[in-house]
């Protein structure tokens, strides 16, 4: 998978979702036998993917969010 982020839903990605706490979550997952970086929200919904942790860092950056990596 290259550096595009895909989005969760047809929606921009939307900050403001996340609520109170400015914390989402970065997880590296297999999908269809690639390697992802997947964020998700607090409440566990997954917002976007890409396929480098450089480029959800950079989105979760100029978001103004706190990333927290999920092991």
Known sequence: M???ITLST???FC???VGEDDRVYI???SQ???L???IYSPEGERMAQTG???MAMALVR???LTAAQVH
């Open 2 to 4: 290259s550096d595009r």
């Open 36 to 38: 992802v970086w997947a």
């Open 10 to 12: 047809q929606d921009v």
């Open 62 to 64: 100029q978001n103004d």
């Open 27 to 29: 997880k590296r997952e």
């Open 52 to 54: 480098s942790r450089e």
């Open 15 to 17: 900050a403001e979702e």
């Open 32 to 34: 269809n036998n690639e």
